[in-house]
């Protein structure tokens, strides 16, 4: 997720002519899914180190989704609690837990909610499901839910066809999910088969981890994407609602901003990011493992889903 603005500008020069980013209109707010929460198009994570000052700047630019996510990091929860003071309502605070012990979970929401200074959070994120969620979590979950504590239940994972579950089940009203030009699959294997009214998406890892923007994995003749150019690609699709970002100073969270005002893609700037896409996961692509973590799911739920789905984009 990390935001390292790269080149090109507004026009550059491909192997099939001139990539120009279009006069669109800037992406403007929309509805969480069916959570009913209002946010901007950009969320911001806190893993990466972006000052409290700058996640205030990021707020009066319109930023409203703020994950306080897997590494917490103590000038970006500055920044929520600073906000939050003055407009808690008009902020969409979503933490993470990646516990498999449904009785570690209030301990978790509970110091995050004590590090925040805050009553609640809205959303809650169970992270890191590539098989199905055991109905006791979820169960925690909604307890907490239940005592005001959060207001929505989110689930994360990469095992796209694992997403049925999630999108099937009425107790989960958020998506967290991998969606950039290099993993396209999204398109085919989630989108498609989500509900009226739909659950609310997040997308991450916009840049695959700056490898979009790296010349090394490019087609010969293409230009190399900016940051702005991945959140742009991931935000063009009306199925995305937010798209998490990483930025960890200033220079990073303009090129994030700069996503917003530039507006969707046209068909040429689509189909020059596919390229790009399709270039650097072929270059870059590894056998599929099972992690730690994965095991400990198979134990823990009995489901023997696959590993992570990476050979099919």
Known sequence: MNAASSSPSSSSSSS???VTATAAAPFGTRLLGRTGLSVGPL?????????GSEVERAFERGVRFFLWGSRRRAGFGEGLRAIAKRRREDMVIAIQSYTRMASLMPWSVDRALKALGTDYVDVLGLAWWNGPVPQRLIDAALRLR?????????ISGHHRPTFDRFIADPAVDLLMLRYNAAHPGAEREIFPRLGAPRQGTIAFTATRWGT???PRYLPAGEPPPRATDCYRFALSNPNV???LSGPKDARELDAALDAVSEGPMDEAELAWMRRVGAA???????????SALEIIDK????SFCGPKQLTSG
């Not at 134990?299 to 009995?302: E, H, T």
Request: aromatic content about 4%; some cysteine.
């Open 16 to 18: 099939l002519g001139t």
């Open 146 to 154: 239940d005592k005001g504590k959060i207001r929505h239940l989110m």
């Open 241 to 243: 609602d937010v798209c």
């Open 43 to 51: 969320g911001l994570g806190s893993s990466y180190g972006l000052p």
């Open 299 to 302: 134990l823990a739920s009995f």
């Open 212 to 214: 979009l923007m790296d």
């Open 280 to 290: 650097v996961r072929a270059s870059t692509v590894k056998k599929s493992q099972i």
